[in-house]
């Protein structure tokens, strides 16, 4: 009887100190798990972010920038000025310096051409005595070579007008003789700026002035031209 009752209490003991091992076992085991598992999400997160925010930005911004570009067919004004020597072809003429203003309006583009034009011209001829024309001209602006940074025109126009001769000296004072003015020009141009403004040289450049008889000069005049 009384071995009984020391085993009894023996194996209590026993039983309880495995309770306690496995109750601190459990903690233990519900530890990994949560440190396994809380990383994941971090992990799932980051990458998506970064791989949609990023070409949707890419893809939304291009458009923008090609809709601001202007075409040159946007910009049909055009406001030019130039000067160089005009030569006087009959007897007794001299060479004289020449100012051109000119402004005007391209109507009728046509394929990669600019097309026809027309406006209203100004000239101003110095040294010995004065000359001043006033007229309107149209011609036709041809693009014969265009690459990605330039366009090159060639222009052949006609100007119809007046021109008066202004003479001022001691003797006779001043004296101002009216005449009817034709101009033949062709010009070269250099576009560059996306069309916005162009440099030009004027090779070839008649002026005849009629009023009873005739009066020839020859122009080779350079300038530039605003596009707008």
Same mark, same amino acid.
């Not at 009887?1 to 091992?21: G, I, N």
């Not at 007229?135 to 330039?150: E, N, P, Q």
């Not at 996306?194 to 005849?208: E, T």
């Given at each position: ?20 091992? #496995? $109750?601190?076992? !459990?903690? &233990? *085991? +519900? @530890?990994? =798990? %949560?440190? /396994? #598992? $809380?990383?994941? !999400?971090? &992990? *799932? +997160? @980051?990458? =998506? %972010?970064? /791989? #949609? $925010? ?175």
């Amino acid at each position: 009887m009384a071995v009984a009752a020391l085993a009894e209490p023996t194996a209590v003991a026993a039983q309880e100190a495995q309770e306690a091992q #496995e $109750a601190q076992e !459990e903690p &233990a *085991e +519900a @530890q990994p =798990a %949560a440190d /396994t #598992e $809380a990383p994941e !999400e971090p &992990a *799932e +997160a @980051q990458p =998506a %972010a970064s /791989t #949609e $925010a990023q070409p949707a930005a890419d893809t939304e911004a291009q458009p923008t920038t090609r809709t601001r570009s202007r075409s040159r067919s946007d910009r049909p004004f055009y406001l030019s000025f130039g000067g160089g020597p005009s030569i006087g072809l009959d007897s007794g003429s001299s060479v004289k310096f020449k100012l051109q203003q000119e402004a005007g309006y391209h109507f009728l583009p046509f394929g990669d051409h600019p097309g026809i034009f027309a406006g209203v011209t100004f000239g101003q001829s110095y040294i010995d005595y004065s000359i001043f024309q006033f007229g309107g001209r149209a011609g036709v602006d041809f693009a014969i070579l265009k690459t990605d940074s330039f366009r090159l025109l060639v222009t052949p126009s006609i100007a119809l007008g007046f021109g008066a001769y202004v003479v001022s000296s001691s003797v006779i004072g001043t004296e101002m003789r009216t005449l009817f003015n034709l101009q033949l020009a062709g010009d070269v141009k250099l576009e560059i700026l996306d069309g916005k403004l162009a440099i030009w040289v004027r090779p070839i450049g008649l002026d005849l002035f009629i009023n009873g008889g005739s009066l020839e000069r020859y122009d080779v005049l350079f300038g530039v031209q605003l596009n707008l």
